[in-house]
Structure formats: structure tokens, C-alpha cells
């Protein structure tokens, strides 16, 4: 059971929008950073958003992100077949005193 | 180019002990916060570990406490994860990575894992 709680898939046609949902709480999503994190099988995860919505050099326009109160999304528009990977939201945990994934949401590009 | 590569991963019985390294390339290794995250088979990221520049402040999930060290050698650019008194549910791939919101030069234990390397198998059975 993972702290921060993610919708195990989610699924868009190429071209549409889709959107991803990570839930916390006030220890860790409602007063820190989220961090988003792509994960293609077989290689090593990739810092997709940090900040709550800001992006790394090099990472596409068509991934954005924010963050309201205990919650944040990761939007991806104009879904292409590469974006097919696992996400995942991250925050630092004051209670626990160390950062917490949620379990991952499993994109699949129809 | 800014790389991280970890190494001695394996296969050990339970009890048993291993040193994963990382090292480090292409970036100031002194300046940032190193990190440790697993992923078991099927499974989810867990992160496992964090240090700080100079090895001073260390933080660990729950489930490694007590029986996992991280360390650094800042002269050599390495990162450790010395695990000891290993279980079956330790059985996964074991990343390293930079702790950092690019493009800052200096990190702080808040920040996120920018720099990652491609992991090494760790495998406890009997």
C-alpha cells in the first residue's frame, strides 16, 4: 500500500490528452514538492517533472504537471506511442522523514 | 555527459551481504545529495536511501534501517550500499542517482533524483 495513491492504469488514443492523478496528504504532497518520474520497462526511471510543474531540460511541452492542496496530476497531451511507460509521483514524507512514491499508473497509447 | 553507473549486484542467500557502488561522472559528485531507489520484480519504485555531500546526514526507508548503510567517497566519486542480513523481499533492481533540481549546482535532501543509472540486479534466494 503505497503512501501516495495513483491510479494503477490509464489509457488515451495518439493525439489525445490524458491525465494522471496522485493523491497525499498534508505530510508530504499538501507541503512539499511533487516530483513526476517516467519508467520504461528495462531502463532506468527519468525525472519527468520536478517542482510540481516545472520541467527538466529536454522533456516535451506536452507534458505538464500542477498540484492543489493534498493532490497533483501529470497531464500528457498530443499522446504518442513512446509516451507507453509507467509514471510515478514522489514527495518527501515529514512523518516518515523520507520520500514516498505512489504506486505507479501503467500508460497505454491505444 | 553526466553518468552514474552502480555495480555488485548478484545473486546471495538470505543473511547474506552485498556492496553496491556507484560511480559517478561528467558532474561535481561533491556538491550533490546521492540517493539509492529499488524496484522489485512487478513492482513499484521504493526509495531505499539518501545521503548528503559530505556523508554527515543519512535518511532510510524503514524496511532497511538497521541493516543497510549508505556512504560516499567524495575523492573517489563513489556511492555505497552496504547491505547486510538480506531477505527475499530486498530482491530487486537497485538505482542510484543524483539529487537535484537541474540545473543547480548544489543540492539539497528535498530535491529530486535528475541523474539515475541503469541499475544493478540484486537477487537473495537460497
Known amino acids: 500500500q503505497s503512501v501516495l495513491t495513483q491510479p494503477p492504469s490509464a489509457s488515451g488514443a495518439p493525439g489525445q490528452r490524458v491525465t494522471i492523478s496522485c493523491s497525499g496528504g498534508s505530510s508530504n504532497v499538501g507541503n512539499r514538492r511533487v516530483n513526476w518520474y517516467q519508467k520504461l520497462p528495462g531502463t532506468a526511471p527519468k525525472l519527468l517533472i520536478f517542482t510540481n510543474d516545472q520541467r527538466p531540460s529536454g522533456v516535451p511541452y506536452r507534458f505538464s504537471a500542477s498540484k492543489s492542496g493534498t493532490s497533483a496530476s501529470l497531464a500528457i497531451s498530443g499522446l504518442q506511442s513512446e509516451d507507453e511507460a509507467d509514471y510515478y509521483c514522489a514527495a518527501w514524507d515529514d512523518r516518515l522523514n523520507n520520500w514516498v512514491f505512489g504506486g505507479g499508473t501503467k500508460l497505454t497509447v491505444l | 555527459e553526466m553518468q552514474l553507473v552502480e555495480s555488485g549486484g548478484g545473486l546471495v542467500q538470505p543473511g547474506g551481504s552485498l556492496r553496491l557502488s556507484c560511480a559517478a561522472s561528467?558532474?561535481?559528485?561533491?556538491?550533490?545529495?546521492m540517493t539509492w531507489v529499488r524496484q522489485a520484480p512487478g513492482k513499484g519504485l521504493e526509495w531505499v536511501a539518501n545521503i548528503d555531500q559530505d556523508g554527515s546526514e543519512e535518511y532510510y526507508v524503514g524496511s532497511v534501517k538497521g541493516r543497510f548503510t549508505i556512504s560516499r567517497d567524495n575523492a573517489k566519486e563513489l556511492l555505497y550500499l552496504q547491505m547486510n542480513s538480506l531477505r527475499a523481499d530486498d530482491t530487486a533492481t537497485y538505482y542510484c542517482?543524483?539529487?537535484?533540481?537541474?540545473?543547480?549546482?548544489?543540492?539539497?535532501?528535498?530535491?529530486?533524483?535528475?541523474?539515475w543509472g541503469p541499475g544493478t540486479v540484486v537477487s537473495v534466494s537460497s
Open positions: 561528467g558532474f561535481n559528485f561533491v556538491n550533490y545529495w
Open positions: 542517482a543524483r539529487i537535484n533540481n537541474p540545473p543547480n549546482t548544489w543540492s539539497n535532501r528535498f530535491d529530486a533524483f535528475d541523474v
